[in-house]
């Protein structure tokens, strides 16, 4: 299944939290620390707790190379407990000239065997071509990110008129011959959200932000049921994972994930 | 010997070439191709010809990594084969909010050992900041790079007149203040690296793009002295490391480099 159709499948039952795998030792449930891969039961429980409610999973790559190779491993074992139907993300955030973006592309696509990336716009078309190739993936190229300094580049407006991350939508939108592309855009900017919405089109809207980072899961969904539009995904890492530190956590974190679920129904038309 | 240590005492023997390992099994002599490790073979032979005439290595991540695990062991084992006086350079141009900026820096400075680190500016200063947490690395934040579509954003003009690129350098400058900030500057962009020259400052400059993708090793280094600044490394990958695929390859790379030099001292005052 292209991970197109695994998307829409999951969008289409209304289910759009993305689970964030940022996973780390200090911060997983006191019980598990001591266990030969820590890191990888840990995962296998929270798969397992939210493989049906989630529309699908972010690997938070750096936190797998802070590791070395061990977490690589780790990294690799977890990709392969995930059910086949649901979308992964690598979240990876890489962007390098032609040939070397082919070789980015074909570590997180045919290797590690991930359905979609989170891509840098800063050296442009070139940078993002070769992961583009692959029709069948779903490339999420950082439009408006949640952190604070964007403003530092992203918000800073162009002699055009439009703000970078704009110019950044904009060109993504030409890209996306192939129907391939999607954009992150940081659930922390809500106004920015709502006023670039319909520059959307149809691309896949990935929005990391929501929890421990101050985004509002009901403001988000709200302004996409308003606009009409369905193609969103939004993120939770730390405040979904690490909800709970006891040995009950799996449960938890399965009600947490359902109660969000809740939520954005409610919300939906 | 920390970073710039490292980078000061080989510039002041007037070496700027750093040595990029790309290294590609489809690329590398063909007598090497059926060993059991040949991709390490190789870079051990480049690191054997190449150690007393370079400034530094660059270890282009993504070559390795479209290997997966085992590139990944290739390039620790690759790392470990460079003598401890050259600087090496992570080129692996990350860049992620905080806490996951925190981790990809843990990866590349504590896991694999690098002195240093390519890295995109798209998401500001806090994706930035913890790797500068790190005084004794050096972190090289992308500014204007070699590729032709550097103009879809870098060559962006800004509202305020200047360019993206030049935002990013002086946001850089402004980032520098444990010394330990430098730029990338792609070589084919003679013209902007004549006029913005004199606005890196003390930041060291490494420059992609001599070579295969057309940049000029003289004109780059005349416009360095012209300036009368001698902090650059001039990045040469595929025009060298591939410059012969016999098996006396190793003399005709020792050769190469040596010739590199002899020019570039030619050019130095």
Redesign the interface.
């Known amino acids: 299944m292209n991970a197109q159709t695994k998307l829409r499948k999951k969008t289409e039952k209304g289910l759009h939290i993305c689970v964030g795998l940022?996973t780390d030792i200090n911060k997983i449930p006191v019980h598990l620390r001591e266990s030969k891969n820590s890191l990888l039961e840990f995962n296998k429980a929270i798969i397992n707790a939210t493989a049906n409610e989630a529309v699908s999973y972010k690997i938070?790559f750096?936190?797998y190379?802070?590791?070395?190779?061990p977490g690589?491993?780790t990294l690799?074992e977890t990709i392969s407990c995930i059910p086949s139907d649901v979308l992964i993300i690598a979240d990876a955030?890489?962007?390098?000239?032609?040939?070397?973006?082919k070789?980015?592309a074909?570590?997180v696509f045919?290797?590690?065997k991930c359905d979609s990336v989170t891509l840098?716009?800063?050296?442009?078309?070139?940078?993002v071509e070769p992961f583009l190739e692959y029709e069948d993936k779903i490339s999420f190229i950082?439009g408006l990110?949640?952190?604070?300094?964007?403003?530092?580049?992203?918000k800073?407006?162009?002699?055009s008129?439009e703000f970078?991350y704009q110019?950044?939508i904009s060109?993504t939108s030409e890209w996306n011959t192939r129907n391939n592309c999607g954009l992150v855009f940081g659930a922390t900017n809500l106004e920015e959200l709502q006023n670039n919405i319909s520059s959307f089109e149809d691309m896949p809207i990935l929005l990391?932000g929501v929890g421990a980072?101050g985004g509002s899961l009901e403001d988000v969904v709200a302004t996409f049921e308003s606009n009409s539009k369905s193609n969103f995904l939004i993120n939770v890492s730390r405040a979904l994972i690490y909800c709970d530190g006891s040995e009950n956590f799996e449960q938890i974190v399965k009600k947490t994930i359902t109660d969000y679920n809740i939520t954005i129904k409610s919300l939906l038309a």
Do not use: C, W
């Open positions: 940022d938070n750096a936190f190379e802070s590791l070395g190779i690589m491993q690799e955030k890489r962007g390098d000239i032609g040939n070397t973006s070789m980015y074909q570590s045919d290797y590690f840098h716009p800063y050296m442009g078309y070139e940078s950082l990110t949640s952190n604070s300094s964007a403003k530092d580049f992203e800073q407006k162009l002699e008129g970078l110019k950044v060109k990391p980072q």
